[in-house]
């Protein structure tokens, strides 16, 4: 028997590649991680950046001055938004974490209730059955409790970690300054140092995922600030006229979260909210929530078509997929990573999905 050794060589090859690159995104993410406050600074230069060129071309200013006006009106907002943020974060939680107990007590009570109100004898099941599924619930509340209070406490002590967060903060700011007003110079050195054919290879790439990955991150970054800012706002209009909304910025940030995720949405936790408070006989604050529900879906469906360019052509199934394995390997963050890294391989080995990802690498040229 003969062995190929051209074709084995292309299949090893096209495989060391594959891993490689898997390794190497892996690698970059760890190290995005590391350098958190440069990625921060990159992703808030990307978004203002069009403001930025706003006031190069209408006002005639130089790239340099329209840079510093623009990163002065960033940061005295940013700050100001920090200051609010930190403040009324901290007085929420310290109150959500000393009522946690309370809130919790009330539900078990409440399933015992309704579990009490079914019969689950005509479904013919033994007293052994029906208690283990009595116990299953409140274990699983009492494991919700459990999280939710490590949750916040954590939450607390990142917040009152004030050097950790001012260093943080001064470094980011400082990155952002120097990103927008040298950023012809920092492109220009980057070409300077590597390689002619690695500048063309990697900028072609990079020119691709910037079009499809940066353009729908930065889109859906400003659809879910949008929708953030409008479900902040409303839930303060119900907290003054009266409604029984306690903890408005906590809200806010949970939906702004759950809204990030792809496949999720507002509604994955403003229905559920609006059926408990429902429940609980307070239907005018049910129906408020419901409204503002609407409201942020009726401002994305106006928004949507005028900043989202197009799909990113992934099937549901496999974003989930993507979800589920970031959310296994760095927890929460990694079910807004899985999909992102996801995007990157589509677009790095476009040509072979497109071919068909085993043919690309097995199949006889």
């Known amino acids: 028997m003969i062995v190929d050794m051209n074709y084995w060589s292309k299949v090893i090859r096209k495989s060391i590649i594959f891993i490689l690159t898997v390794i190497g995104i892996y690698l970059v993410f760890r190290l995005a991680v590391f350098f958190m406050p440069f990625l921060i600074a990159f992703i808030i230069s990307l978004i203002i950046e069009p403001i930025i060129r706003f006031c190069m071309r209408h006002f005639k200013w130089k790239r ?12 005295t907002i940013i700050i100001g938004l920090i200051a609010w943020g930190v403040v009324t974060l901290i007085a929420e939680s310290s109150n959500l974490l000393n009522g946690l107990g309370g809130y919790f007590e009330k539900i078990s009570t409440w ?33 919700i409790s459990v999280w939710a209070t490590n949750a916040l406490n954590g939450l607390l002590d990142f917040i009152t970690s004030i050097p950790s967060i001012g260093i943080y903060t001064v470094i980011t700011f400082l990155a952002l300054y120097f990103i927008c007003t040298d950023k012809i110079y920092m492109l220009d050195q980057l070409e300077h140092h ?23 991150l930065k889109a859906e970054a400003i659809l879910v600030i949008v929708s953030f800012f409008i479900c902040l706002i409303g839930l303060y209009i119900f907290k003054f006229v009266g409604l029984n909304v306690e903890y408005p910025l906590i809200a806010a940030l949970v939906i702004g979260f759950v809204d990030a995720l792809p496949i999720f949405g ?3 936790i403003m229905i559920p909210w609006a059926i408990i408070v429902a429940f609980n006989g307070d239907f005018v604050l049910a129906i408020a929530i419901l409204g503002l529900l609407l409201l942020i879906g009726i401002v994305r469906q106006i928004m949507e078509p005028r900043v989202v360019s197009g799909q990113i052509g992934i099937h549901p199934i496999f974003t989930l997929i993507a979800m589920y394995t970031g959310y296994k390997f760095i927890g929460i963050i990694g079910m807004l990573i899985g999909p992102i890294v996801l995007i990157i391989l589509k677009n790095v080995f476009a040509t072979m999905i497109d071919k068909g990802f085993a043919k690309a690498i097995f199949d006889r040229e």
């Open 266 to 268: 507002s509604a994955t």
């Open 111 to 143: 399933f015992q209730n309704f579990t009490s109100t079914i019969d689950l004898t005509k479904l013919n099941l033994s007293n052994d059955i029906i208690n283990i599924i009595q116990n299953a619930g409140l274990e699983l509340l009492s494991n």
């Open 64 to 75: 340099k001055t329209s840079a510093i006006v623009v990163f002065i009106l960033v940061l």
């Open 194 to 216: 590597l390689p002619e054919l690695w500048v063309k290879r990697i900028g072609k790439h990079l020119r691709e995922i910037i079009k499809s990955l940066g353009c729908l």
